[in-house]
C-alpha cells in the first residue's frame, strides 16, 4: 500500500533499491543517524514518492540474524526501538498480543478445575477452540515464512522469551541505548 507516506517496512538482509532514487533521497548517509538502517531508507523513499514493495526473498539469499541469546536480545531491542523511533505503544501491544495467547492455556487449566470440581466443561470447550486457532494460525505464520509448522507447538517458549525481549526494548526505548555489535550507541 503506497498509502500513508510516513509508514514502510523493510528487511535488512537483502534490499535491491534502484540507484537513482537512493541517490536521489540522500542514501544511507540521509538516515545515517537512525539505528534501524533497512527501515529508515524505506521511509525516506516511500516519504518521497518512490513505490516501495516487500517480497520474499528466499529464492536470492538467506541469513542467520544471531547466534547468540545476547545478540537477540540486543538486535530485537534495536529492531523494536528503532522502528518506533522509541516510542513504546506497539511494542505494548506486542505484548498485550503475546499475553493473550497465554489466555488460552489459564483457559485450559481453569477449565480442567472446574470439569474435575463442577462436572462443566464450558472453560475446557472454550480454552481448546481458542488453542486450537491460535496454533492454526501460527503455524500458517510458520508455513508463509518458511519455518517449520510444528515449531507454532513452542508458542509457551517462544512467547515467553519475546515477553521478555520485549521488556528490554521497553527498556532501550526509555535509556535511549542499545548495545549492538560491540557498539553503544
Not at 520474499?56 to 540474524?65: N, V
Request: contains cysteine.
Amino acid at each position: 500500500d503506497d498509502n500513508p507516506r510516513q509508514f514502510a517496512f523493510a528487511n535488512g538482509q537483502f534490499l535491491l533499491i534502484r540507484r537513482s532514487a537512493y541517490e536521489a533521497v540522500g542514501g544511507h548517509r540521509a538516515v545515517r543517524v537512525n539505528i534501524s538502517e533497512d527501515v529508515a531508507p524505506m521511509r525516506l523513499l516511500k516519504s518521497s514518492d518512490y513505490r516501495t514493495r516487500l517480497f520474499f526473498g528466499r529464492d536470492f539469499a538467506s541469513t542467520r540474524m544471531h547466534t547468540s541469546i545476547r545478540q537477540m536480545f540486543n538486535g530485537w531491542a534495536r529492531i523494536f526501538s528503532g522502528v518506533s523511533d522509541r516510542k513504546t505503544g506497539a511494542i505494548w501491544i506486542n505484548m498485550l498480543f503475546v499475553l493473550s495467547g497465554f489466555l488460552a492455556y489459564a483457559a485450559i487449566a481453569y477449565g480442567i478445575a472446574v470439569l474435575i470440581t463442577h462436572g462443566q466443561s464450558h472453560w475446557l470447550i472454550a480454552g481448546a477452540v481458542q488453542w486450537i486457532i491460535m496454533t492454526i494460525v501460527l503455524m500458517l505464520i510458520y508455513r508463509l515464512s518458511g519455518n517449520g509448522r510444528r515449531y507454532a507447538l513452542l508458542f509457551p517458549l517462544a512467547g515467553a522469551v519475546l515477553l521478555a525481549i520485549d521488556v528490554y526494548a521497553l527498556r532501550a526505548c526509555r535509556s535511549g541505548k542499545i548495545a549492538w555489535r560491540g557498539t553503544v550507541y
